[in-house]
Antibody
Framework: QVTLKESGPVLVKPTETLTLTCTVSGFSLSNARMGVSWIRQPPGKALEWLAHIFSNDEKSYSTSLKSRLTISKDTSKSQVVLTMTNMDPVDTATYYC??????????????WGQGTMVTVSS | QSVLTQPPSVSAAPGQKVTISCSGSSSNIGNNYVSWYQQLPGTAPKLLIYDNNKRPSGIPDRFSGSKSGTSATLGITGLQTGDEADYYCGTWDSSLSARHVVFGGGTKLTVL
């Protein structure tokens, strides 16, 4: 069974750096054509894609947030990590990680984590 | 402001059919596959359609997808109250000299 699970702080202060971890199971992060993205959703608002890491370690970032984001992976630990610097209250959202490239869907997110709610407040 | 444009809401009666549009440009929908996601209240999104018109295993054939030019459409027939959810389209975008994923603003489906 393929699963993804997000973990990280529930509350961060403005200007702090957020570090989120996505732990995957049921597949390997080195599988060709598979990658993992981070996607967020502020309360009551739409999905916003943040970053993606491919099986070959190539990375893509949201153009508007690129300067604040870093995505990386540890294949041996089956983990994908996202860091976001200089957090602001507008970054309050549920953060999801999702797999792309599985289930015969090379360009779609076939499996999503349950999401983790992050609140930015002093 | 989302890169892909969806109607904020649609509604129809149980048993009826509804379509949800997703409009983009040549840098995204026009040259990439479109996927659709269903998000029931309080849950993570779920893949409904990929590669414009393919359904993952377990998704009923009441759900269909199509693409023409720079627009895509999700169709749902035989509406059920359990279909009430937010629906999002998504695709890759190749503008600004880098590839990135874009989503629509979401469409809230109400089954009257």
């Amino acid at each position: 069974q393929v699963t993804l699970k997000e973990s990280g702080p529930v509350l961060v202060k403005p200007t702090e750096t957020l570090t989120l971890t996505c732990t995957v199971s049921g597949f390997s992060l080195s599988n060709a054509r598979m990658g993992v993205s981070w996607i967020r959703q502020p309360p009551g608002k739409a999905l916003e894609w943040l970053a993606h890491i491919f099986s070959n370690d190539e990375k893509s970032y949201s153009t508007s947030l690129k300067s604040r984001l870093t995505i990386s992976k540890d294949t041996s630990k089956s983990q994908v990590v996202l860091t976001m610097t200089n957090m602001d209250p507008v970054d309050t959202a549920t953060y999801y990680c999702a797999r792309m490239g599985g289930s015969g869907a090379p360009d779609a997110f076939d499996i999503w984590g349950q999401g983790t709610m992050v609140t930015v407040s002093s | 402001q989302s890169v892909l444009t969806q109607p904020p809401s649609v509604s129809a009666a149980p048993g009826q059919k509804v379509t949800i549009s997703c409009s983009g440009s040549s840098s995204n929908i026009g040259n990439n596959y479109v996927s659709w996601y269903q998000q029931l209240p309080g849950t993570a999104p779920k893949l409904l359609i990929y590669d414009n018109n393919k359904r993952p295993s377990g998704i009923p054939d009441r759900f269909s997808g199509s693409k023409s030019g720079t627009s895509a459409t999700l169709g749902i027939t035989g509406l059920q109250t359990g279909d009430e959810a937010d629906y999002y389209c998504g695709t890759w975008d190749s503008s600004l000299s880098a590839r990135h994923v874009v989503f629509g603003g979401g469409t809230k489906l109400t089954v009257l």
